[in-house]
Structure formats: structure tokens, C-alpha cells
């Protein structure tokens, strides 16, 4: 599996990789898409999963990521295809956890949150390192800071859409259950997910990095 290191650019007849996750993400998108709990909180969940499948295809034949950056992006757009389905605040498995744990709220948009930054990030980063160069501190920091960002913005155009567009699914759409600091504490989460992504990528580049050869002082 290419990363963002080791990239290598392979066709797409010839990628089996990525053509068992297009599989993948077809059968998931498709089965959500039928009768979903709130047709019209569906649609507009589904508004950025359009465009980014859009850049992503757009631009596979100059610019295709890594292995790994598009099984991240897999999974990320798997558990956005499930809480779109439900809305995200009436997914069954967040009320499992729900009442396993005790929490007084359905956790799944939260959960979503964390995992846009801890499966995205990786994604940013090969991106600035490849277009940008970025290096050293830069490296890791950008990515966390882009997921922010990203976040921020997101959180922006629900308010927009809720307000201008869907006043009467706004509850569904926010997800906000009652908690007025929802958007902070979901784009806290995504900045955590993406912090803890780029401290295992730093951990992991570590440890593969080749160690110095220390030669034996020769005696005279």
C-alpha cells in the first residue's frame, strides 16, 4: 500500500485497490440512499459528498493521492453515508453507546467529528507535501490547522443552510441536541482527531527512519 511517501501512480484499470473501495462506497452510498430517515436532511448532507467525489475523480489523472489517503477518505465517507441515512443524531449505534455509557446525548456526529480529523489530516498532509513541499514543523502543522479550518467552515454553512435554505429541518441538520457549544465542541473534536493523526504519522515516520551507523573507532 502506497503512502504519502511512497506514492506511486497507477492507472485506475489497474488499481485494485482503489476499484474495490469505489465497490465499496457505491454499495454503502446506495443502500443509504434508500429511505432514509429525513429525505431532505439527506440531500443536503450529501451536497459536499458530491463535490468532493467530484474532485476526487476530476482529479485522479493528475493529481491521484496515496493508497492509504483514499481508504482514509473510504472510511470517512462510510460513517458520513450512515449518519446521513439516520441524521446524525438518530443513528441506532450512537444510541447503543448512548446507553452502554451513559451519556446523556447520541454521540454519533460526534464521533464523526473526531474521525474527519483523525482520517482526513493524513490526506491534507500528503497534499502539502507534495504541492507545497512542506517539511518539518510545517508538515504537521498545516494539516492540523487546514482541519480546522475545514471544520469551521462547515460549521458556518450548516448555519447558513439551516437558516436560509432548510429553517424547518434545522434541528435535523445541526444535529445540535439541546447543546449550544455543539459547533465548538465539534470542531474541538476535529482538531483532536487531527492532532492525534499527525503525532501517530510523526511516531510512525520515527521509528521507520533509517538510524545512523555508528563505526567502531579504529585503534592506532
Known amino acids: 500500500m502506497s503512502t504519502s511517501t511512497t506514492h506511486i501512480r497507477t492507472r485506475f484499470r489497474d488499481h485494485r485497490l482503489l476499484q474495490a473501495l469505489v465497490v465499496w462506497y457505491t454499495a454503502v452510498w446506495v443502500a443509504t440512499s434508500i429511505a432514509p430517515l ?44 450512515i449518519g446521513a441515512h439516520y ?22 456526529d460526534r464521533i464523526v467529528h473526531f474521525s474527519f480529523g483523525l482520517l482526513m489530516a493524513y ?28 471544520s469551521a467552515v462547515y460549521e458556518i454553512m450548516e448555519m447558513v443552510i439551516a437558516t436560509l ?9 445541526l444535529g445540535t441536541q439541546g447543546d449550544v457549544w455543539d459547533p465548538q465542541k465539534d470542531m474541538g473534536l476535529a482538531a483532536l482527531g487531527a492532532l492525534l493523526c499527525m503525532c501517530v504519522t510523526a511516531l510512525v515516520r520515527r521509528a521507520r527512519a533509517p538510524r545512523p551507523v555508528l563505526l567502531a573507532r579504529r585503534e592506532t
Do not use: K
Open 38 to 81: 429525513d429525505r431532505h436532511d439527506w440531500f443536503l448532507e450529501n451536497l459536499l459528498v458530491f463535490a468532493v467525489m467530484a474532485l476526487l475523480i476530476g482529479t485522479y489523472r493528475v493529481f491521484p493521492l496515496s493508497d492509504l489517503s483514499y481508504v482514509l477518505i473510504t472510511a470517512f465517507l462510510t460513517l458520513h453515508a
Open 165 to 173: 435554505v432548510a429553517p424547518g429541518t434545522g434541528d435535523a441538520w
Open 87 to 108: 441524521t446524525y443524531s438518530e443513528v441506532p449505534f450512537g444510541f447503543w453507546i448512548q446507553r452502554t455509557f451513559g451519556f446523556a446525548r447520541n454521540p454519533f
Open 123 to 150: 490526506p491534507i498532509r500528503e497534499v502539502f507535501l507534495r504541492v507545497a513541499n512542506a517539511r518539518g514543523f510545517w508538515a504537521y502543522y498545516l494539516p492540523l490547522d487546514v482541519t480546522l479550518a475545514f
